[in-house]
C-alpha cells in the first residue's frame, strides 16, 4: 500500500470518528443532564484509547513500533504532549458547551463552525510558528481556506431552525340547524 493510501485511509478515520464525535457528545450531555459529566466520560475514553493502549505497547510489550530515533520520556517532549493533549481536551470541552448552549439540533452547525473553523487556525498557527515557510503556499491554498471560512459563514446563516409549532386548532362547535328550528326563532 503506497504512503499515500494510507495517509488517506487514516485522514479518512480521522473524519469519520470527529465527524460523529459532535452528536454523540451532545446526546451524552443532554443524556447525563451535566456537560461536566459529559467531559468526565470524554477523559474516560481518552484514558482508555491514549493511555492504556500506548502503555501496554510500550511497557509490557516493550514494542513501539512508531519509534524513529532514540524514544525518550524528557521533560521538554512531555510537555509538548501535555500541550496538544490539552488543547485537545480544551476543544472538547467547548464543544460540549457550544451544543448544549446552542440547545436541539445545535451539532447540525455547531460541527461545521468547528471543522472549518479548525484548518483555517491551523493553517496560520502552522505556516506562523510551528513550521514557518519560506515562501508561502499558492494562493489557491489559500483560496480554499477562504472557501472555508464562506462555508462556515453560509452555515450559520442558514442553519436549520425549527419553526415554532402553531397550537392545535380549537374546533368550533356548529349551531345545528336542526336544534335552532326547536321554535326558537
Request: aromatic fraction near 12%; proline fraction near 8%.
Amino acid at each position: 500500500m503506497s504512503k499515500w493510501a494510507v495517509v488517506l485511509l487514516f485522514v479518512a478515520g480521522a473524519a469519520l470518528s470527529w465527524g460523529v464525535y459532535v452528536p454523540l457528545v451532545h446526546v451524552a450531555a443532554q443524556k447525563l443532564h451535566s456537560n461536566l459529566r459529559a467531559f468526565l466520560f470524554v477523559g474516560v475514553a481518552y484514558f482508555l484509547v491514549a493511555v492504556l493502549i500506548p502503555a501496554f505497547f510500550i511497557f509490557v510489550l516493550g514494542k513501539d513500533p512508531t519509534v524513529k530515533g532514540i524514544p525518550n520520556f524528557n521533560f521538554g517532549p512531555i510537555m509538548w504532549g501535555i500541550a496538544a493533549g490539552t488543547a485537545g481536551a480544551i476543544g472538547a470541552l467547548c464543544v460540549i458547551f457550544a451544543v448544549t448552549t446552542g440547545g436541539k439540533g445545535a451539532a447540525i452547525y455547531v460541527a461545521p463552525l468547528v471543522f472549518a473553523g479548525a484548518p483555517i487556525i491551523n493553517t496560520i498557527a502552522t505556516i506562523t510558528i510551528f513550521h514557518p515557510t519560506k515562501t508561502l503556499p499558492d494562493l489557491r491554498f489559500f483560496l480554499g481556506l477562504i472557501l472555508a471560512a464562506a462555508g462556515a459563514g453560509m452555515v450559520m446563516i442558514y442553519k436549520p431552525v425549527d419553526k415554532p409549532q402553531a397550537p392545535p386548532a380549537v374546533e368550533e362547535k356548529s349551531a345545528d340547524p336542526v336544534a335552532n328550528d326547536a321554535g326558537t326563532s
